[in-house]
Every structure is written in structure tokens, then in C-alpha cells.
């Protein structure tokens, strides 16, 4: 036993190559110990785990597969979802729903992925009722911060994937994620400013007494870059005036949209304002 050694013993080592080895057991008993080289153990470890989900569902936090978790009295310390790759082959549209992890360790970090391999059905991802939203591209955020039927994410197309982690007890998301359509409609009954997060937007005017103004601000000192647009609908049967900033031109034909139904393309090139559509 004297001459036996310790892992203090070792050379600790800035790498690791395949013809290094690990002791293990063949047999659970003295001297059952044998040396393994880590190339000899590629096909014993799996390095990610597939699971598909054939229909809508919550991400299982035990194994489906491992008796031992037929009780809710056992819980792993880790939920078994983490590290998974999830591919979701429903025949129609899925809802895959990020479970409550409140109950494991506050300082719990996992990660999965999400992939749609429907026939272009849509996936949605979302968190659990009346829990904390997920925080992703897509989702419709409220003030009280929770999640409802009607905070989710979407995986459009086939082979669209999601990459989701918890942190801090929030749900996180990126990834190939959108919102329920493909354009994003706000309506407006006031003047209005417009800002970045308007960009792409179709803005839906629907005053109803008198005219409003739609203001550019200065696209450089709001960090508006050339090729940033919006759409303006007037649904109203009153006018609706485009005005910028001292200093600022706006390149357009007229600055008007007076009639119902009228609609303009409005950019910047990053310096100055450009329209085009019903203007007059």
C-alpha cells in the first residue's frame, strides 16, 4: 500500500490527448481495476442526447424511460431535459411549454435545445401559466411580467431550432425565434415619435376627430442606420403629416397622407428621412 499512489501524486497536465487513460472496474471487486484509454470510450459517451416529441407537451424535469422517477416523490437534482436536443415531429401544430423550476437550487444552470421537424407546422415556446415569461425574440411581454396562453415564441419552419437556458430563475431564448406573423401591426390614435422599436412596423392610424403628426426624430443621435423603415396606414378618415427635426430633410413628393386608406414607405439612410406611396 506505501507505494500506491494519490491523485496528488500526479503531474497535473495543460492537456488532454487520446492516448491518455482513466482506471475503472470491470469487475466491482479488488483488483477488478483496469486501464481505459479516453479514445477507447468515444462510443460509450454520448455527447448530446435526442429525444423526440411527438405532440404538444411539457419538457419532462425526469426521465420518461427511468423507473426509479415513477414517484414525485424523487426529483433529480438537475432536470433531465438539460444538455437534450428536442426534436418536435407532431402532424400538426405544437405548443411545447418550458416547465416551473422554482423548487430546484436557485443558482441552477441548464440549457436545451428546440427543433422543428414538422412539415412546416408552426412550434410554439412558451413558460408555464401565471410563472415568469420567456424572455425571447417574439414574445408579447405584459407589466406584471408572468407568463399567459399568449406568450410565446415561434419555430415557423422546418429545421427552424431554439436554444433556451434558465437563469436566475427566468427562461431565455435565441435562435431562429419570431413572433405569431411575420409583420407587426401597431395601431396609433395620437401624434407619435417614431423610435426603434417601430422598425418594420405597419402603424395602423385610427384618429378619429382631427389630423396627427407622425415625427422623425434625428437618425443618427438615435442610432437609426441607413436602411431602417416603417409603414404607415391611414385607417382614419382625417389627414396625418410627417415633420423631422430641426436641421433634418425629409425627401418626399408632399408630407401628407389625406385620405383614407392612403399609405407610405418611410426610411432613413441613416442621415436624413425618405417617403414613398400616397403622398400629396
Known sequence: MGNRKTFNDFIEKSAINK???LIGYDEPIPGGEKKFKLSDLRNFVKTN???VLSKSSKLPETDPEDPIFDSDVVKPSVPFFSGKIFHVKSSDHALIELPNLSSYSSDLNI????TNMTDHKRVEIKTENETPAL???????YESGLSDATTVTFLKKKYDTGVFYYSE?????????EGPASLNIQNITTDYVFSLRDEDKILHFKHENEGVKVHLPDPQAHGMKSGTQFFVHNISNNWIEFE????INFHARAKYLRKKYDD???YTDGYEWFATGDLS
Request: glycine letters at 16%; charged letters at 20%; one cysteine or more.
Open 264 to 266: 407610405a414607405v418611410v
Open 111 to 114: 440549457m436545451c435545445l428546440i
Open 135 to 141: 424572455n425571447a425574440r417574439g414574445v408579447l411581454q
Open 49 to 51: 442526447e435526442l429525444v
Open 244 to 247: 423631422v427635426d430641426s436641421g
Open 19 to 21: 492516448d491518455d487513460y
Open 169 to 177: 430563475g427566468k427562461w431565455y431564448g435565441y435562435g431562429d425565434l
